[in-house]
């Protein structure tokens, strides 16, 4: 099984913050931004509540969305 060291831990909590909050600036539901990323919005809430890591892909198309480049989610605000 994989478990992550700290670093990784604390990348996962600040990408998950960073894109919730990007969803509720953009005022999108999660149901709204799932469809417009052809996801769930049970990936969205799982994501946001830091239960599901992201794929390289999936951070792509999220800051594609919100207009921001990705290194953006890395980021503490």
Same mark, same amino acid.
């Given at each position: @099984?994989?478990? @992550? %060291? =700290?670093?990784?831990?604390?990348?996962? %909590?600040?990408?998950?913050?960073?894109? /919730? *909050? !990007? +969803?509720?600036?953009?005022?999108?539901?999660?149901?709204?931004?799932?469809? *417009? $990323?052809?996801?769930? +919005?049970?990936?969205?809430? +799982?994501?946001? =509540? +830091?239960?599901? /890591?992201?794929? !390289?892909? @999936? $951070? $792509? *198309?999220?800051?594609? $969305? #919100?207009?921001?480049?990705?290194?953006? !989610? #890395? /980021? !503490?605000?």
């Amino acid at each position: @099984m994989y478990s @992550m %060291d =700290n670093e990784e831990i604390k990348y996962h %909590d600040i990408i998950s913050k960073n894109i /919730k *909050k !990007l +969803r509720t600036s953009a005022k999108y539901s999660q149901e709204e931004m799932a469809e *417009k $990323l052809s996801c769930s +919005r049970e990936f969205i809430s +799982r994501v946001e =509540n +830091r239960k599901e /890591k992201i794929s !390289l892909n @999936m $951070l $792509l *198309k999220i800051a594609n $969305l #919100f207009n921001v480049n990705p290194s953006s !989610l #890395f /980021k !503490l605000s």
